[in-house]
């Protein structure tokens, strides 16, 4: 199943459109949409109307991830919403099965996204994981060839979760460029930054990251520092 970021549709409308053109393009299959749960005011009026938008279109499931869904639960359980939580420690896994949710999704310090501030491997993370959930569990966190889909079963899990790795898909219209410099790589070209704000991500090592990674040095906590580096202009 693949999923559409509800982040990068901030007008409610659009969301709605795009919403539709994959069910238009993907006729028969269902997929889900990831809810990012953040702090400022407006992203949580945002959230609210997304929720209500993905039950009138009838959405099969979420992955909600960044903060706790705790708010939102009530009204995707109404809808008939199925809820995946992503978490980057088992601690927090624990908290969100209590909550009600219908599954986990645990990443590991090898994502190539959003790996966590506990740095902890996402083969440590899947065997522990399996043993403390009762509910369906997801292992994510450098995940990308059949091998590894194998090695997490065999610890308990029921399912990995691809990233990185479908950026050099065909269907993606991402530079060419940008996709030999992955299927390139041997792993010693990324670099874990934003470590000042507790936002840690894990990005190609270029110039916009050794940037950030001056600030991180610098200690701040503050984001105006960051923004010209870390926007994707």
């Given at each position: 199943?693949?999923?559409?970021?509800?982040s990068?549709?901030p007008d409610?409308?659009?969301?709605?459109?795009?919403l539709?053109?994959?069910r238009q393009l993907?006729?028969?299959?269902?997929?889900?949409?990831?809810?990012?749960?953040?702090?400022?005011?407006?992203?949580a009026?945002?959230?609210?109307?997304?929720?209500?938008?993905?039950?009138?279109?009838?959405v099969l499931?979420?992955e909600?991830?960044?903060g706790?869904?705790?708010?939102i639960?009530?009204a995707?359980?109404?809808?008939?919403?199925?809820v995946?939580?992503?978490?980057?420690?088992v601690?927090?896994?624990?908290?969100?099965?209590r909550?009600?949710?219908?599954?986990m999704i645990?990443?590991?310090n090898?994502?190539?996204?959003?790996?966590?501030?506990?740095g902890?491997?996402?083969?440590?993370?899947?065997p522990?994981a399996s043993?403390e959930?009762s509910?369906?569990?997801?292992?994510?966190?450098?995940?990308?060839?059949?091998?590894?889909?194998?090695?997490t079963?065999?610890?308990?899990?029921?399912?990995?979760l691809?990233?990185?790795?479908?950026?050099v898909?065909e269907?993606?219209w991402?530079?060419?460029?940008?996709?030999?410099?992955?299927?390139?790589?041997?792993?010693?070209?990324?670099?874990?930054?934003k470590?000042?704000?507790?936002?840690?991500?894990?990005?190609?090592?270029?110039?916009s990251?050794?940037?950030?990674?001056?600030?991180?040095a610098?200690?701040?906590?503050?984001f105006e520092?960051?923004?010209?580096?870390v926007?994707?202009?």
């Open positions: 199943m693949s999923f559409i970021v509800g990068a549709y409610p409308e659009q969301f709605r459109e795009e539709r053109k994959c993907a006729p028969g299959k269902r997929f889900g949409v990831n809810l990012y749960i953040s702090s400022p005011p407006n992203a009026s945002r959230l609210q109307e997304q929720v209500r938008i993905l039950a009138e279109e009838d499931c979420v909600t991830s960044g706790s869904p705790e708010a639960l009530p995707l359980r109404e809808s008939g919403i199925k995946l939580h992503k978490v980057s420690a601690r927090h896994a624990r908290s969100a099965e909550l009600g949710v219908d599954a645990v990443v590991g090898d994502s190539g996204g959003h790996p966590g501030t506990y902890i491997s996402s083969m440590v993370q899947a522990q043993r959930l509910i369906p569990l997801v292992i994510g966190g450098g995940m990308g060839t059949g091998s590894q889909l194998a090695a079963l065999v610890m308990g899990a029921d399912a990995i691809i990233g990185t790795r479908m950026l898909s269907e993606l991402i530079h060419r460029q940008y996709k030999d410099l992955l299927v390139n790589s041997d792993g010693t070209d990324s670099v874990i930054v470590t000042g704000l507790r936002q840690n991500h894990r990005v190609l090592n270029n110039e990251a050794k940037a950030v990674a001056a600030i991180d610098t200690g701040t906590s503050d520092h960051y923004r010209p580096h926007m994707g202009k």
